[in-house]
């Protein structure tokens, strides 16, 4: 099960962290990580991790975007700093048992409900 919270609106140039606990990954190796979708737009990825700890973030994203984990409370982050208004969309965790844990939709069968965020100009 994956359980989103820390969606919401700001402003741009604000911050926002997302939170997904993640429970029921029992085998290794596993993949974690974010996706966002923008109405009108594919589901890209955002940030991924393997169960070494070996993080992808999408080129856009670095600078401004952090994903960390803290494996004591099987809790996925992701910090989002500097929002602009093209960062408004439904965002996502992930969850699938694998090992390249690629920023592909197709690759993941377990998705979290989705979490809005919104950021005005």
């Known amino acids: 099960q994956l359980a989103l919270s820390g969606g919401g609106s700001v402003q741009a140039g604000g911050s926002l962290r997302l939170s997904c606990v993640i429970t029921?990954?029992?085998?290794?190796?596993?993949?974690m990580g974010w996706f966002r979708q923008a109405p009108g737009n594919w589901r890209e990825g955002v940030a991924t991790?393997?169960?070494?700890?070996?993080?992808t973030l999408d080129p856009s994203k670095k600078g401004r975007f952090t994903m960390s984990q803290d494996t004591a409370k099987n809790t996925l982050y992701l910090q989002m700093n500097s929002l602009k208004p093209e960062d408004t969309a439904m965002y996502y965790c992930?969850?699938?048992?694998?090992?390249?844990?690629?920023?592909?939709?197709?690759?993941?069968?377990?998705w979290g409900q989705g979490t809005q965020v919104t950021v005005s100009a």
């Open positions: 992930v969850a699938e048992v694998g090992t390249s844990c690629p920023l592909i939709r197709e690759y993941y069968n377990n």
């Open positions: 029921g990954l029992t085998y290794r190796p596993y993949c």
């Open positions: 991790v393997d169960s070494n700890g070996i993080t």
